[in-house]
């Protein structure tokens, strides 16, 4: 419904209700005509307005629909078998539906599991850092790559070390002006590497984020200030890592975005100086 409206149609005090809606749909549904326009700082005429703008007959007509279109998202027809996704009689226009449908089953599962709460508490935490450190091995590392990338072109101090081996390796002699931040993706989290990351992440006190599809990870979960579990089947005997790496990615998105909300103009000038930069760069070619 939301997204059929063109900004055109709406005014501001209709903008702001409709991008609250967008960002908390599941509280909406629960809220009470009253609720939600105290919510938006709005009269209880204007959420009318926005309703029959949407075709609907009124707030109660609205969350109806609301609920309906949250459940068809939540839900999956025909579930893919994650691990061994494609027949050994498949074609290749079996195949691009296969994957087109398994990430889209993925998104589908991530995003109604997810709860906003914890997109923000995580983005605030990497905010009000000084220092980002990112660990992640194999397809875990390639979105932590992605990640680290992502928050340099924002001018985050960001870090990761991809060499095997040198990520247990951590600095333990924390600043007393500087503050350090983690985030430790991993599917499974039940490698040694894992474990010795955690344990020095620990010893030297620096909040950390895990991002795991296991979910019984203890003792790790006491020691993180945050643990998101990833909805994903996917087993050690597999072709591939294709609905975790979905949901990975979805999920460091969602906090990336919000991350970039929390000082959207300083962030937008970062990259518009990122990419004015990058425009300026002369390259010469010789011919020998």
Not at 15 to 37: M, T
Not at 56 to 81: H, M, N, T, Y
Not at 115 to 138: E, S, T
Not at 267 to 284: F, G, P
Request: charge should be positive; aromatic fraction near 10%.
């Amino acid at each position: 419904m939301l997204s059929e409206l063109r900004t055109a149609d709406l005014t501001k005090v209709e903008q702001q209700v409709c991008k609250f809606i967008q960002n908390y749909p599941r509280h909406v549904i629960n809220f009470s005509l009253e609720e939600l326009s105290k919510q938006c700082f709005v009269s209880q005429a204007t959420i009318i307005r926005l309703c029959k703008k949407m075709h609907c007959k009124g707030f109660a007509d609205f969350k109806i629909k609301l609920a309906s279109e949250l459940s068809s998202v939540s839900s999956v027809e025909q579930p893919i078998l994650q691990d061994f996704p494609l027949d050994e009689n498949a074609s290749t226009d079996d195949v691009m539906k296969t994957f087109y449908n398994l990430a889209q089953q993925a998104l589908k599962s991530s995003f109604a599991s997810l709860d906003p709460k914890n997109v923000i508490a995580a983005a605030q935490l990497l905010a009000g850092a000084d220092k980002i450190q990112l660990y992640g091995r194999g397809a875990s590392l390639l979105a932590a790559e992605d990640f680290h990338y992502k928050l340099l072109r924002l001018g985050y101090n960001s870090s990761l070390e991809s060499l095997n081996g040198f990520q247990e390796v951590i600095n333990t002699r924390q600043s007393k002006k500087l503050s350090t931040v983690a985030i430790v993706i991993s599917q499974y989290c039940n490698s040694q590497q894992v474990h010795y990351v955690i344990d020095e992440l620990a010893n030297s006190r620096t909040p950390f984020i895990i991002i795991t599809a296991n979910n019984d990870i203890f003792p790790y979960d006491k020691f993180a200030s945050m643990v998101f579990h990833l909805q994903s089947s996917e087993s050690r005997q597999k072709i591939g890592s294709f609905a975790s790496r979905t949901a990975i990615h979805y999920l460091l998105d969602c906090i990336y975005g919000q991350l970039f909300l929390l000082d959207y103009a300083q962030n937008m000038k970062n990259l518009q100086d990122y990419a004015h930069r990058k425009a300026e760069c002369k390259y010469y070619y010789r011919e020998k």
